[in-house]
């Protein structure tokens, strides 16, 4: 199962780091990506990047402002948010993705997730 952390509370305009990790799991050969979902809303695809190449992939809504990166030699991937709105508060997820190309989720489990509050 994942373990998201680095949520919490921030301004509008602010930054913040999350990390993604599994427990005895490699992320090898897998294609990683982060997701959120609003109160309200369905979960939606944020970002991906491929563990092996490190290509990467983003929402139209958060291009320019995030970054997702991996650490393989921790088995963690992190999602850098940047010029946070607003409309980013949400229940943010990692999940493996089944391609680079596509949104789809691998798996139907999901971690507790990490709460990103933006709020002056």
């Known amino acids: 199962q994942m373990a998201e952390s680095g949520g919490g509370l921030v301004q509008p305009g602010g930054s913040l780091r999350l990390s993604c990790s599994a427990s005895g799991r490699t992320f090898n050969n897998f294609v990683m990506g982060w997701f959120r979902q609003a109160p309200g809303k369905e979960r939606e695809f944020v970002a991906g990047?491929?563990?092996?190449?490190?290509?990467?992939r983003y929402a139209d809504s958060v291009k320019g402002r995030f970054i997702i990166s991996r650490d393989s030699t921790k088995d963690t991937a992190y999602l850098q948010m940047n010029s946070l709105k607003p409309e980013d508060a949400a229940v943010y997820y990692c999940?493996?993705?089944?391609?680079?190309?596509?949104?789809?989720?691998?798996?139907?489990?999901w971690g507790q997730g990490t709460q990103v509050i933006v709020s002056s």
């Open positions: 990047i491929s563990w092996t190449t490190g290509t990467t």
């Open positions: 999940n493996a993705l089944t391609s680079i190309t596509v949104d789809t989720p691998l798996s139907n489990r």
